[in-house]
């Protein structure tokens, strides 16, 4: 990490004081496109992930590289492809859940959400994120930090992060970082800025210091979590002593079925989650349909009444005028 970004990070900048092993352990995800893959590239001060703009990304698998910072401290980022995909593809998000956990060998320490200033939030951003906690816990939400890619764009609009919160961004985002209390942060992974470059990365390991600080030091655990970790481990284990090709192949048979039970187990959960949100959205609709009708049949009764009080007016506007001139009339005969 010699002359990367992070090691040229001023000291006044941020205070890193380790309160893990030694060992710091992000998970990137986000929806394909959002930047996931750059915005690790950056934290690490190398390009180590692959990424493109195809519609179908580049990240196939879960993956991890890390760097060691100036001080010594060590970060892990595990980029993660399949956590913000359909529900049909769920049995596969089950597996690479599977070997984030495994590739977590000391836990989680912060989830980095990565969104995009420069596209719509989408249902299915929300759905997945229904299903992140479905699937990790409710707990996830204490250790999760928002980062909002595209900061060139904004910056090249002439607005600020804060701006972009208040006027453009959608409630359901300001609901998530609500939950994770106002863990958040603007990311531009083009810039040629080093110092621009040392400042947002000073920022992020900043967020994620807070996140272990605030959980006590310890790595995000949850009994899924857990029950699933040491099952993956303990084939792991199981897989190294195994000398014989017979025995080889029966434990990758063993394996491959304890990896589609925790598939399967988690796609009933993603399952009901779509269901309920699909519920939830189908209610939404009839509400609103309904609302507008009362509008509707509310402005109908308004413009009836006026069309009533303009005959009236006019209906007695014709009467005065007759009885003008009936005293005219009068006065005129006197």
């Known amino acids: 990490m010699s002359g990367s970004a992070v090691d040229r990070i001023i000291d006044g900048d941020w205070e890193l004081r380790s309160l893990s092993s030694g060992e710091w352990t992000v998970v990137l995800v986000g929806r394909t496109g959002n930047g996931k893959s750059a915005t690790g590239n950056s934290i690490l001060g190398r ?10 990304g580049v990240t196939s698998t879960c993956e991890l590289h890390r760097s060691e910072l100036k001080d010594g401290q060590i970060i892990n980022v595990i980029d993660t492809p399949g956590l913000f995909v359909s529900s049909d593809e769920s049995k596969f998000i089950g597996k690479e859940i599977v070997k ?38 409710s707990k996830i939400i204490d250790y999760m930090i928002v980062v909002f890619t595209g900061g060139d764009e904004l910056e090249y609009d002439g607005k600020t992060l804060e701006e972009y919160l208040g006027h453009d961004c959608p409630d359901p985002v300001k609901d998530i970082l609500a939950l994770c209390k106002n863990r958040r942060m603007l ?32 790595p995000y655990t949850d009994d899924i979590f857990v029950e699933s970790k040491k099952g993956a481990l303990r084939l792991h284990d199981q897989q190294v002593e195994v000398n014989s090709l017979k025995g080889y192949y029966e434990l990758e048979r063993s394996y491959e079925d304890q990896l589609n039970q925790i598939a399967e187990m988690n796609e009933s959960k993603l399952k009901d989650t779509n269901s309920k949100l699909e519920q939830q959205l189908k209610e939404e609709i009839v509400a609103r349909m309904k609302a507008e009708e009362k509008e509707r049949e509310a402005e109908m009764r308004s413009n009836d009444e006026i069309r009533k009080l303009r005959e009236n007016l006019e209906k007695a506007q014709k009467e005065a005028k007759v009885l003008r001139k009936k005293s005219e009339y009068q006065c005129s005969i006197l």
């Open 47 to 56: 390009r180590a992930f692959k990424f493109g703009a195809s519609s179908s």
């Open 187 to 218: 990311f531009d992974n083009k810039t040629k800025d080093e110092t621009k470059k040392a400042k947002q990365v000073g920022e992020l390991l900043s967020l994620v210091n807070r996140v272990i600080a605030q959980n006590g030091g310890q």
């Open 100 to 137: 984030c956990i495994k590739l977590a060998k000391d836990g989680i320490h912060a989830v980095i959400v990565v969104f995009s200033v420069k596209t719509r939030f989408s249902h299915e951003e929300l759905s997945a994120l229904h299903s992140l906690q479905t699937l990790f816990g």
